[in-house]
T-cell receptor
Framework: NAGVTQTPKFRVLKTGQSMTLLCAQDMNHEYMYWYRQDPGMGLRLIHYSVGEGTTAKGEVPDGYNVSRLKKQNFLLGLESAAPSQTSVYFC????????????FGQGTRLTVV | SQQGEEDPQALSIQEGENATMNCSYKTSINNLQWYRQNSGRGLVHLILIRSNEREKHSGRLRVTLDTSKKSSSLLITASRAADTASYFCATADTTSGTYKYIFGTGTRLKVLA
């Protein structure tokens, strides 16, 4: 049982390049989230999904797009990377409505130069 | 804007002492959770307290919730060097009708052996 797996773990991009971060969960969870973590800022919600085929904006969605074509996968895309998107990205999932904890991946460290 | 704000931002104590950290939030909540993050790792769920609960215990952890003051505290008793980590509170934002988990900025705890 792998839980929440993020791919890749590290990546360096040049400004203007695009990339996709993959989050996969094997717990049949309904809700999935993408956060970014910056020093002194805590975790900020980028986008989230409450089920297959649905997505919604979080606190800081600009510059990112997401897709949830399959229930187990939540993809975060950067179409044209900017240095301001240098951060550590975390994916999380939880079963659904109700009082449940979130399970986190190990993070993706992205540097945009 | 961040939902939760932890206080203090950093805390350094001796092994065996108790550590107390506080969290304030802004809107109505369904529950409040505390998470722990070891350096360079994902977040791990510690404890959840529902909005109709005032206190909860789990091992060496004690959490209180005061919904009238929109605040919560996490007490770690008899701290150990292995408790060194960052601690985050997270609230389930129900104002939008869906479950967005909003995290605070975290408290960095250092336990000295």
């Amino acid at each position: 049982n792998a839980g929440v797996t993020q791919t890749p773990k590290f990546r360096v991009l040049k400004t203007g390049q695009s990339m996709t971060l993959l989050c996969a969960q094997d717990m049949n969870h309904e809700y999935m989230y993408w956060y970014r973590q910056d020093p002194g800022m805590g975790l900020r919600l980028i986008h989230y999904s409450v089920g297959e085929g649905t997505t919604a904006k979080g606190e800081v969605p600009d510059g990112y797009n997401v897709s949830r074509l399959k229930k187990q996968n939540f993809l975060l895309g950067l179409e044209s990377a900017a240095p301001s998107q240098t951060s550590v990205y975390f994916c999380a999932s939880r079963p659904g409505q109700g009082h449940t904890e979130a399970f986190f991946g190990q993070g993706t460290r992205l540097t945009v130069v | 804007s961040q939902q939760g704000e932890e206080d203090p931002q950093a805390l350094s104590i001796q092994e065996g002492e108790n550590a107390t950290m506080n969290c304030s939030y802004k809107t109505s909540i369904n529950n409040l959770q505390w998470y722990r993050q070891n350096s360079g790792r994902g977040l791990v769920h510690l404890i959840l307290i529902r909005s109709n609960e005032r206190e909860k215990h789990s091992g060496r952890l004690r959490v209180t919730l005061d919904t009238s003051k929109k605040s919560s505290s996490l007490l770690i008793t008899a701290s150990r060097a292995a408790d060194t980590a960052s601690y985050f509170c997270a609230t389930a934002d129900t104002t939008s009708g869906t479950y967005k988990y909003i995290f605070g900025t975290g408290t960095r705890l250092k336990v000295l052996a």
